[in-house]
């Protein structure tokens, strides 16, 4: 079974920044595409950031292009998403998810993944 657990989510000013991780665990997850999702109150769940293991092949919102990154440690099975220059549309429940990777594709529509996480919260204050 597999388990994606979220953390370093919280609260920071505008302009902050914050690591968000990843930890999976119940594969290996070198042929998973492992994304990052998020959802704001009363809002659909939309796609942030995503990485392929195997080819490390990225993928990036356009609204978060250029601040965050995206990375993972694969001896750790660990997925990270670095977010600078956070600004308060980026408040919401940022959750990890994983499917196996087809392709050299990076999907980024939470309907094409199979696991997820339980969801992190951050909240930028202006």
């Known amino acids: 079974q597999v388990q994606l657990v979220e953390s370093g989510g919280g609260l920071v000013q505008a302009g902050g920044s914050l690591r968000l991780s990843c930890a999976a665990s119940?594969?290996?997850?070198?042929?998973?595409?492992m994304g990052w999702f998020r959802q704001a109150p009363g809002k659909e769940r939309e796609f942030a950031a995503a990485?392929?293991?195997?080819?490390?092949?990225?993928s990036y919102a356009d609204s978060v292009k250029g601040r965050f990154t995206i990375s993972g440690d694969s001896a750790k099975n660990t997925v990270y998403l670095q977010m600078n220059s956070l600004k308060p549309e980026d408040t919401a429940v940022y959750y990890c998810?994983?499917?196996?990777?087809?392709?050299?594709?990076?999907?980024?529509?939470?309907?094409?993944?199979?696991?997820w996480g339980q969801g992190t919260q951050v909240t930028v204050s202006s």
């Open positions: 990485i392929r293991w195997s080819g490390g092949l990225l």
């Open positions: 119940g594969r290996t997850f070198s042929s998973y595409t």
């Open positions: 998810a994983a499917r196996r990777a087809v392709g050299l594709y990076v999907y980024s529509t939470p309907a094409a993944y199979d696991y």
